[in-house]
């Protein structure tokens, strides 16, 4: 009877961890859309409202951690039990980075005071973000369904987001090259699209977590990763 009750006891903390980290999850994929739509549309209210979320991102994260501490001094769980907290812990951490990310991008809001505003970057940027909030979503539905299969496609698509930032950041490169007066406005949007990348990075991450949660190790394979060396080369 003592063992079911204690058994009780760590299911309802990882359910708890788990509801957390969906909430957690939840903010973060808002505040991705809205951060690059507050660049686009220059909406320095919108700006502002993500730069204040990631305080409560930040508050999530600090409560997963006690409550995975906690977990883990009264339960002292063991292999796959154990490997779900700290698969818990790795998740939050990534998705605090995701929300620094975009919180960074809300804060190039206000800087970006230029009448210049390319249809062409505009909508690449909003494709980038489309695909990274796409494979956010679906590497947190591949945590909480602890579904490898899922997991490993978030992982393949990495270099798909980085050949969208190459493209994006040439032409960019080009817009600056034909007039100066562009590259006030271009270097904040590269900076934009790097942190949208580096979301995706992060979406990455989480799916090495969950092949870790399942299959008790950590992934040998190499990272598919695009060459982002070559951007320099202007478009044509």
Known sequence: MAFEHTTKAFDDDLQELTRLVAEMGGLV???IVESVDALIRRDVALGARVVATDAEIDQLQRMIEER??????????????????????????????I???SKNI??????LDSDFHPLKLIR??????DLVNTQVKAVLDAYAAHDLPAAMSVWKGDEEI?????????ELLTYMMEDPRNISFC??????AKNIERIGDHATN???TVFYMIEGQQMVEQRPKGDMTNFATPAS
């Open 162 to 170: 980085d050949a969208i930032c190459t493209s994006l950041f040439r």
């Open 68 to 97: 995975a501490v906690l977990t883990i001094a009264k339960r002292q769980p063991m292999a796959v039990d154990l490997r779900e907290i700290v698969g818990a812990l790795r998740v939050a951490t990534d998705l605090e980075r």
């Open 206 to 208: 989480i799916a090495e």
């Open 106 to 111: 809300g804060k190039r809001v206000n800087a």
């Open 99 to 101: 929300g620094d990310l």
């Open 29 to 31: 994929e808002r505040q």
């Open 187 to 192: 270097i904040h949007l590269m900076f934009c």
């Open 124 to 129: 690449g940027l909003e494709h980038m973000t």
